[in-house]
């Protein structure tokens, strides 16, 4: 899905990922924003250019060679020096409240504050332990159950004070997770950790990357406001055309210029890209197609995720839990 299009771009309910992102941190008052990016870096710089149109400044980093989590923040340097910063991950959408984590650091004057996230089961994340003053003591990597005692994992939302840029090496592959927050932790600087309960993914797998666009749907983020809402939560784009006998059913989303044929059925958690076509007697559900895919006649998707000019021809059976990658042709 990703080998023409970077994964911090790749469209989510009408919008790029990033964008979401971007919003989230206008809320919060940043309006100043560092994309630190090695792959593809074109492709990111030609939908945002300077940010202008969303009303921020961006401003780009640029990795000749992976740098690791931390490096990649010790290239973004230059645009925030002197200044306390936030840093996403680039493939995560929360709902945080930034604006609280950024009080919590100042109050407690940290040096670094991690936003961190209760899980059911912390066995497969990298755990962060607290004291009674919300101050980070240990990390754990992937724990056993019986060495899981706490539940909260590192979210991948930080604050950080202007001098943690000096703990990390300039020009090399540092992790922040396995050698920046270690080093924090034994300089003994103030470390901390802000839990919330709310909502927090990321889009790292395909399954993932699926069940979020439910979430939007579902309302845990807004849809894109160039997007009209018929009844049932249908949300639709500028152009599209259905046909007579064809049945929409929200929540779902369809981008502009698609088309859908007679008899045709979008059921719930269907969203379409731009001009994707739907033929006669065919049915979307669960699904997600990036833009200018199309379906023939009486073709049945559930759960399934196709990416760009894809073509599924009349009477094809596609599996649930099928991924097929820019220009498949079934």
């Known amino acids: 899905m990703t080998d023409h299009l970077p994964k911090n771009i790749v469209p989510l309910c009408g919008a790029p990922f990033l964008t979401y992102q971007i919003e989230y941190l206008k809320k919060a008052g940043v309006r100043d924003i560092a994309f630190s990016?090695?792959?593809?870096?074109?492709?990111?710089?030609k939908v945002y250019g300077d940010g202008r149109r969303l009303g921020v400044r961006i401003h780009y980093a640029l990795e000749k060679k992976p740098l690791g989590t931390a490096g990649a923040?010790?290239?973004?340097?230059?645009?925030?020096?002197?200044?306390?910063?936030?840093?996403?991950?680039?493939d995560i959408l929360t709902d945080i409240p930034l604006r609280k984590m950024i009080a919590f650091h100042r109050r407690n004057r940290n040096m670094a504050t991690l936003g961190l996230f209760r899980v059911k089961d912390p066995t497969a994340y990298g755990l962060v332990l607290l004291d009674k003053k919300y101050r980070v003591v240990k990390f754990l990597e992937k724990p056993t159950p019986e060495e899981a005692v706490t539940d909260t994992i590192n979210a991948g939302v930080y604050v950080f004070e202007p001098e943690v840029f000096g703990y990390i090496p300039p020009r090399v592959n540092y992790s922040a997770e396995r050698?920046?927050?270690?080093?924090?932790?034994?300089?003994?600087?103030?470390?901390?950790?802000?839990?919330?309960?709310?909502?927090?993914q990321d889009i790292g797998t395909p399954r993932k990357y699926l069940t979020t666009h439910w979430d939007v749907l579902n309302g845990a983020f807004e849809i894109p406001a160039r997007f009209s809402s018929r009844k049932n939560k249908v949300y639709l784009g500028r152009g599209v055309k259905i046909a007579k006998g064809a049945l929409l059913k929200g929540p779902a989303l369809l981008g502009d210029g698609c088309v859908v044929g007679e008899g045709a059925r979008i059921l719930p958690y269907a969203v379409l890209g731009e001009?994707?076509?739907?033929?006669?007697?065919s049915s979307v559900s669960r699904s997600v197609l990036w833009e200018g895919t199309s379906l023939g006649d009486e073709v049945n998707l559930e759960e399934v995720i196709l990416g760009r000019k894809c073509r599924v021809p009349s009477h094809s059976k596609v599996a649930p839990g099928s991924v097929f990658g820019d220009g498949a042709v079934l």
Not at 37 to 45: L, N, S, V, W
Not at 74 to 89: H, I, R, T
Request: net charge positive.
């Open 37 to 45: 990016i090695g792959y593809r870096p074109a492709d990111i710089r």
């Open 73 to 90: 923040i010790k290239n973004a340097e230059k645009f925030v020096k002197g200044s306390p910063v936030v840093v996403l991950n680039g």
């Open 179 to 200: 050698a920046l927050f270690p080093h924090l932790l034994n300089a003994k600087e103030p470390f901390g950790g802000y839990v919330w309960k709310g909502y927090w």
């Open 275 to 281: 001009n994707c076509k739907v033929g006669k007697n």
